[in-house]
């Protein structure tokens, strides 16, 4: 037997098992690649949070799809989002008469999902849905259809699996809560 034992990383309150999260992303897999079978879409993770959903999401996906990244920072360090969006890196591929299917991990006003909308329709594809992991509608300013939803999530902050808190713990295997009081 081996005596490799996984060094632990624990903070906040487990919202989400791993177990919970693979699940899921098995059903939205086998829901996007039925309809999608005759289009596969371009993928478009929305770095940073999104890149383990998106990792974890096109391998429950037996279509082939391409993927492709955009960087945007919305809230810098904070913790509340600042409504101004930035783009830091662009796509690299080009998306016209193309389905795209943007992959982020939690959308909470929808400001910086209205914001990559807005910019890649300019780009003339043939079509933009939106699969998001995470659903904080609490927090929601502005409305933005959400084609496919992992989890509906309260208004509390979280952590872990792609999400950060001022860039640490983007690395837990979990998506955990964390009380403003427990911000180190
Ligand atoms: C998060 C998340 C979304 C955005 C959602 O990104 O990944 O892109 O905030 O917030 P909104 O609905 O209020 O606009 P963040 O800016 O924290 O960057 P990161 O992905 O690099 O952590």
Redesign the pocket.
Known sequence: MSTLRRPKLKIGKVLLTKEQIAERIEELGIRISKDYADNPPIMVS?????FIFLADLVRAIDIPIEIDFME????GNGTV?SGVVRILEDLSLNIEERHILIV??????????RYIIDNLETRHPKSVKICTLLDRRG?REVEIPLDYVGFVVPDKFVIGYG??LAQKYRNLPYIGIIEEEEIP
């Open positions: 929305v770095l940073k949070g999104g945007v920072s919305s809230y989002s982020e991990d939690i959308i909470d006003t929808g400001h910086t999902l927090r999400l950060d």
